[in-house]
């Protein structure tokens, strides 16, 4: 990482950025050494490559024909392989992840509540003991039916009672007790081994024809219990790694579950017992429905790529090359920001982390030319969400949106290449105009990294290259993920940083660590998914939006976006997306909107939530980094994003922005549309015609910008003429602003 003699010396020789691969530490992230070390790298080098392996369909047993016992049959059940998927991510996230922040001192190790999560690990084996048992049950024939009386208390009392119990306790120890950096908490190890029960027993049911028991009478008490169990495993990491904004949300769609009955209106909800729901939320419906489905396939393969690119040092590559294209433009470091953090956003999946890779170099160059640490940390905010919907990754949005949609991932990525391009030109005017508002320089020549030998490796952009010519080659994703992760290997032969096998576990290792908040959002994602689909409440929030959609269409459409952001405040995206399209999407389909649109509506307001105040947590990662007020930070990441929020009502009016349409419509409403942000961007900030706007002129860019926007013929005319008309208006009373 960039060191602060070298942001204070930069006259002294250029920037190099150098560690913005590297993976931040979080508080409450365990650091191991030695022998514990080696163990917990081979775990998350094994999973990711687990993964990667199913996915390929590699299979020993099918290469050698020699049968190994216990070895997994590729391709895998999808219902095993997502509950496997799961139960990984459980494992590793509570070693890697404490409960609470370490302290700057370890306490004590020998503690009495060690010895009380010691005693716990017993019941929690005794379950694993006991769902393994009734693995050997059914394969020797035991009929295992919900309603038999001998099953349900086996199930109850030998399983059930011993798994709540170790789970309750493990979750409570673990906040309890003192921390330690270096070794596995035994409340979290019993937590680990609660994960591993809840696995095999739902392997061991949904193996069998209980599967199409779910949500019945004949459903087995285990499955429910299991359920109970496993969901309060996965919210507690989702809390340990994402923070209480997705739990709370969740907690509020559970607690309705239970009470929906009782609530009046379109709120109102059948009676629900706690053993159909809980039957039924761990299936398709909900845990392992789309959230995990996409999680385990696209989600953790393009986080395999990202790792083998950072371990290649690509990113590094990526930000000197917007530092080299972009830096001696006027407020240089900020339009750096835009350029390495669309960049760094194609293979980092969050808008937070984004900024975390980035801004930590760019918002202390962004103060040193003249931003105040505010405007600084906003525009490296804006920038980095912007990441989230630059094609052709996208982030891991837009493949949970070719999951639930069924519409092919290569026209999602197709459909948001406008879409991006009129966020990032928005960003770029934001940005020159408040440069030129405050006269500030570029960097100079001996700041930046020569260009020429910059040029000499741009092969680094071979795999991203190879991806996209894959993608529009006809392979599936899954394929083109994986030859862009092996052409990221072989172009890292000629750089310094060759991988060899001990950098390809090292990326490997990476990508299980990566992995694992991705996954814990997608699940618990997937328990409000499941409580929307069992109560029915989006259905009935549709009947609502249409109802509001007879008195105004527009009004409706506003409705949902605030709706969308809500749902979003406090989320990563992957999460932020998935519950606000089961929420809000179905009724804006139903409203008549094209099934792409509704969802690319429901995702921008999705992804924009990230600095929607008053919950914004990009704008709040990169005001911890420039130092500024988290709050002034998200208000003016929101102004600098303001495009995001008029951008998916253009899909509405001017389906060709999405693409849909003939190149002569694509065209034209990409090239009025890029025009209306100028505008819209000149309005917000107060600068037209090479000086700054008086109100009445900055209100009228605003009106016009519209007119632009909106995409018809009539509308584009009048926005021309009101932009010629401000024109000459602003030559006329130039004098009398400056004087001013």
Request: aromatic share 12%; hydrophobic share 55%; glycine share 10%.
């Amino acid at each position: 990482m960039t060191t602060d003699k070298t942001l204070d010396d930069q006259t002294e020789g250029p920037v190099i950025a150098e560690g913005v691969d590297e993976e931040p530490v979080e508080h409450n992230r365990r650091i191991f050494t030695g022998r514990a070390y080696l163990v917990i790298a081979a775990m998350s080098a094994f999973y990711a490559l687990f993964h990667m392996a199913a996915l390929n369909g590699w299979s020993i047993r099918g290469w050698t024909g020699v049968d190994i016992p216990f070895l997994p049959v590729f391709p895998m059940e999808t219902w095993n392989f997502r509950i496997i998927h799961i139960a990984g991510a459980l494992i590793l996230g509570f070693t890697l992840y404490s409960a609470r922040a370490f302290p700057d001192k370890d306490a004590d190790k020998n503690s009495v509540l060690d010895y009380l999560a010691y005693a716990a690990l017993l019941p929690a084996i005794y379950a694993c003991y006991t769902a393994f048992g009734f693995a050997a049950q059914i394969r020797d024939g035991v009929m295992w039916n919900g309603m038999d009386a001998g099953i349900r208390n086996a199930e109850i009392y030998h399983y059930g009672y011993p798994l709540i119990i170790a789970t309750i306790a493990g979750i409570v120890l673990g906040w309890m007790r003192p921390r330690v950096r270096g070794t596995i908490a035994p409340a979290d190890l019993v937590l680990s081994v609660c994960g591993i029960a809840v696995a095999a027993y739902l392997i061991t049911i949904f193996g069998t024809l209980m599967r199409n028991s779910t949500g019945t009478q004949f459903a087995p008490i285990g499955m429910s219990i299991a359920a109970v169990a496993g969901s309060a495993l996965i919210m507690e990491l989702t809390r340990r790694v994402a923070g209480l904004a997705l739990i709370i949300i969740a907690g509020v769609f559970l607690t309705y579950v239970f009470v929906g009955d009782l609530l009046p209106g379109f709120l109102n909800a059948p009676d629900i017992t706690w053993q159909r729901f809980f039957s039924q939320v761990y299936t398709d419906a909900g845990i392992l429905g789309p959230t995990t489905a996409v999680s385990s396939t696209y989600i953790i393969l393009f986080i395999i790529f990202a790792a083998f690119l950072q371990a290649s040092k690509v990113g590094d590559y990526f930000v000197n090359f917007a530092f080299a294209c972009a830096g001696r433009a006027r407020g240089g470091p900020a339009k750096v920001a835009i350029f390495a953090s669309g960049l760094m956003g194609m293979i980092n999946g969050t808008s937070a982390g984004n900024v975390v890779a980035t801004g930590s170099l760019t918002i202390p160059l962004m103060k040193k030319v003249g931003y105040k640490p505010t405007t600084a940390g906003a525009v490296e905010a804006a920038a980095s969400t912007g990441g989230q919907i630059m094609p052709p990754i996208m982030g891991a949005g837009a493949f949970i949106m070719a999951e639930i949609t069924g519409i092919p991932y290569e026209d999602i990525a197709i459909a948001a290449i406008i879409p991006a391009v009129l966020y990032f030109v928005s960003i770029y005017f934001m940005v020159d105009f408040e440069a030129a508002k405050l006269n500030m320089r570029g960097m100079r020549e001996d700041e930046l990294p020569k260009f020429k030998d910059l040029v000499r490796r741009v092969f680094l952009f071979l795999p991203i290259i190879i991806l996209i010519a894959a993608l529009f080659m006809g392979y599936s994703v899954i394929r083109a993920g994986t030859l862009a992760t092996a052409s990221a290997a072989v172009v890292s032969w000629f750089t310094p940083y060759r991988m060899g096998i001990r950098s390809v576990s090292k990326a490997f290792e990476l990508a299980g660590i990566m992995s694992i908040q991705i996954i814990a959002v997608c699940a618990c994602a997937g328990i409000i998914v499941g409580v929307i689909s069992l109560t029915g409440v989006g259905a009935r929030f549709s009947s609502v939006l249409l109802n509001i959609a007879e008195a105004n269409q527009l009004l409706a459409l506003f409705f949902a976006m605030c709706i969308a952001i809500l749902l979003g405040m406090g989320m990563p995206t992957t999460a932020a997306y998935a519950v606000a399209a089961s929420v809000v999407a179905p009724g804006l389909v139903q409203l008549g909107i094209p099934m792409l649109t509704a969802h690319f509506f429901v995702f921008y307001f999705a992804v924009v939530s990230a600095i929607t105040p008053p919950v914004a947590l990009a704008s709040y990662a990169a005001a911890g980094i420039s130092g500024s007020n988290p709050m002034a930070t998200s208000v003016a990441s929101f102004k600098i994003g303001i495009s995001a929020f008029i951008v998916p009502f253009m899909f509405f009016y001017n389906g060709a922005i999405l693409m849909d349409g003939t190149w002569f419509e694509v065209i034209r409403a990409g090239i009025t549309a890029v025009f209306g942000v100028f505008l819209l961007s000149s309005g917000v900030q107060g600068w037209w015609v090479g000086d700054r706007a008086a109100w009445p002129i900055r209100i009228a860019l605003l009106l016009v910008a519209l007119f632009m926007i909106e995409g018809g013929w009539m509308s584009d005319l009048i926005g021309i003429a009101g932009a010629v008309g401000l024109y000459v208006v602003a030559q006329i009373t130039k004098p009398k602003v400056a004087a001013q």
